[in-house]
């Protein structure tokens, strides 16, 4: 009898008792931060080189959404939300003529050990951005285009609780080649070729459950 009563209760302890598998925690960050040292590479068109060039610092603010999965290796994904409204007002050759403003989108592959109060990060993947006019400053309008580049970096995020956190971030984007108006690709790039910058952003990231 009292073999019974062991192993049903044995039994009742793997069920009900046993510790579960870790859940994901899903992190969204809204967020404001520089990005600097923003810069193009030469480039040559149909009848011209354009040279290389470099923009002002500029702001920029968006949102994060990230998660990393404790049964995956704390491998998961992130998906980045950026608006620069300035990004390329500003070019030590042109001015203001081609005034620009970029946004970006990156999904990223994103790996974070699960470490109460203080969690570091690292992710990284590919990233699409955008550029266009920035109406009223620009002289020399150009359609709005894309190019496909790649961002890489880390951060760390201290918690306040386990729903709250801070978070600071930094990271490098380049771009492969020049911009693309998608409605007409058979024109060629838009001459602003590999453009690079680095971004610095401070946020606070609320965790979901």
């Not at 969204?28 to 193009?40: D, E």
Request: aromatic share 14%.
């Amino acid at each position: 009898m009292l073999k019974r009563v062991i192993v049903t209760c044995g039994f009742l302890f793997a069920v009900v008792g046993a510790p579960k598998p870790a859940m994901a925690d899903w992190l969204l960050t809204g967020f404001i931060g520089p990005i600097t040292n923003v810069k193009t590479d030469a480039s040559t068109g149909s009848t011209r080189t354009f040279p290389a060039e470099k923009f002002d610092s500029s702001r920029g603010f968006g949102v994060n959404l990230a998660s990393a999965f404790p049964t995956k290796g704390n491998v998961g994904f992130e998906l980045d939300w950026g608006v620069y409204n300035k990004g390329m007002e500003r070019s030590d050759i042109a001015g203001t003529q081609f005034a620009s403003k970029l946004m970006s989108v990156s999904t990223n592959f994103f790996y974070s050990p699960s470490i109460p109060r203080v969690r570091p990060y690292f992710s990284a993947g590919p990233n699409f951005v955008n550029r266009s006019d920035i109406t009223g400053t620009v002289r020399f309008a150009a359609p709005s285009s894309w190019a496909v580049g790649m961002d890489a970096g880390g951060g760390v995020m201290a918690f306040v609780n386990e729903h709250i956190a801070g978070r600071l971030d930094l990271r490098y984007y380049r771009n492969f080649g020049d911009f693309v108006d998608l409605k007409n690709v058979s024109a060629g790039g838009q001459s602003w070729n590999n453009l690079q910058f680095f971004r610095v952003f401070v946020g606070a990231t609320a965790v979901l459950r």
